[in-house]
Each structure stands twice: as structure tokens, then as C-alpha cells.
């Protein structure tokens, strides 16, 4: 299982360690505000009704990296990070973390927050992409459907 950590453990870590951040949040979500210098790897894709699995997910994910890679997971409050992390897990990665807060918070069933995501923390924050690290960028260089 992957190790979790904090907002703050996870700018480390990109700052000092070179561990790519991989927000598996929606395009839409991401879209919003992300971790400046993420990567957009969808999860779930949004669609009329709710979300759907995003059946590209690890083939965009191994067109763009290695097995080894330093690689850390978030979302918007932990529950489709962990699941991403075990997924990644389960193809062979060896260096995934999990940031358990994600961008919005973890909160607990009745919507207290538990802890302050990524930008609660006052983190750096972007709106747009950086080249290439969009979804519709790293979709086509894999040869995957872009929603």
C-alpha cells in the first residue's frame, strides 16, 4: 500500500526529490486549479449523471512513465487517490505516494475537514497546464481516447 502524506511532504518531495505529482482528478476539476507543475491523469472522466471509470488510465500512465518512477497521487480528497495508487501498484510501480488530502481536503462523514488539501495549505497553485502535462496532451501522445 502506498505510503500517505501530507500537501506539504508531497511539494517536498516534487521540490527536492524530482517525484512527478499526478492529479487524477477530472479534466474539469483540474481545469479549476491544480498543484502548479501537475499532471493530468484522470481517474474517473465526468460525464452526464456522475463519473466513469477512465479506461485509458494506466496506458497513459506507462506511455509517460517508468515503472520506477518517483510519482505521487492526489485527487480531490483521497478516495480516488488511494484507489489510483493501487492500481499503479498493482502494474509494477515501486515509487508511488499517496497525498491523502488531495486538493480539496480530507473530511470525515459529515464534511468536517479532517485535513487541509493542497490548496488550504497555500500551496503553489496553477490554472493552467503546463505543456504537455494536460490530459488532451498526454492522452494523443499515448494513443488514448480524449474525452
Known sequence: MAERITPEQALELVEDEDFAYLDVRSITE???GHPEGAFNVPLKHMVPG???????FLKV???HFAKDAKLIVACKAGGRSKAAAALLEGAGYTNVRDQFAGWGG???EYGATLEAGWQ???LPVALEAEEGRDYASLAKAAGADVP
Open 61 to 63: 500512465i506507462e506511455q
Open 30 to 32: 483540474f481545469d479549476g
Open 50 to 56: 456522475g463519473m466513469k471509470d477512465n479506461g485509458d
Open 120 to 122: 488550504a495549505a497555500g
Open 106 to 108: 480530507a473530511k470525515d
